[in-house]
């Protein structure tokens, strides 16, 4: 008798592996799709916030619950202007402007060039070393329902003001929908020596709204 219930445990044990097997990958896939997903850095683009191979990981039910925030660094597909796949891409980038923003390059009244977003001039200490804020004057309102995002390596970055100038001042080129946008990018997880939650700078907080 004991071998006999000790048995039965084992051989029902094998028999359930397969269906718990089974919900954890479908746990897994559900959490990827609609939840979670991990991203790695591509490009010099974000440098020195993100690095080349960062990875990170990405809030994607956020963005169903609200729009995107200025300061945010967001995942998003790529138009194929920018991408120039047609099967799309994913890019990441910071929003400096969301729908009826008035950004204006640039505040010259300080001792660095800063953006102007609705009328407050902005430091930002989160741009690649040496670079300015933009690499020409420019005067734009997003359009509703866009943003107007830009990486923090300036130099390196294909963003809406590259767009905005090779779209001959083409504001709908330059941005890209909400609907575009895979989610928000909350944290660096790996390298562990990296590691970082990727907060909002405080230096958004006192922009107005338009």
């Known amino acids: 008798m004991i071998d006999e219930q000790t048995e039965k445990p084992r051989s029902s044990f094998w028999k359930e592996l397969p269906i718990l097997l089974g919900v954890a990958i479908l746990v897994a896939v559900l959490v990827r799709a609609f939840v979670l997903q991990t991203f790695f850095i591509p490009s010099p683009s974000m440098e020195n916030t993100l690095k080349i191979d960062d990875r990170v990981l990405v809030n994607k039910l956020v963005y169903d619950f609200r729009s995107p925030h200025r300061g945010e660094v967001i995942v998003f597909k790529a138009p194929t202007e920018w991408s120039g796949n047609p099967q799309g891409e994913d890019f990441i980038k910071r929003v400096i402007g969301v729908g009826g923003d008035h950004v204006v390059c640039c505040d010259r009244t300080g001792p660095q060039e800063r953006l102007i977003i609705n009328g407050k001039a902005i430091d ?3 741009i690649f070393p040496g670079n300015k804020p933009a690499d020409q004057d420019f005067d734009i309102t997003v359009p509703k329902g866009r943003l107007w995002v830009m990486g923090d390596h300036r130099e390196a970055s294909g963003d809406s003001l590259e767009h905005w100038q090779q779209s ?40 107005p709204n338009p």
């Not at 944290?187 to 230096?203: D, H, K, M, N, Y």
């Open 168 to 207: 001959g001042e083409d504001i709908t080129e330059a941005t890209i929908p909400e609907d575009q946008v895979v989610g928000r990018a909350f944290t660096i997880f790996w390298p562990v020596g990296r590691a970082t939650w990727l907060s909002v700078p405080e230096q958004f907080d006192g922009v």
């Open 124 to 126: 930002e200490p989160f």
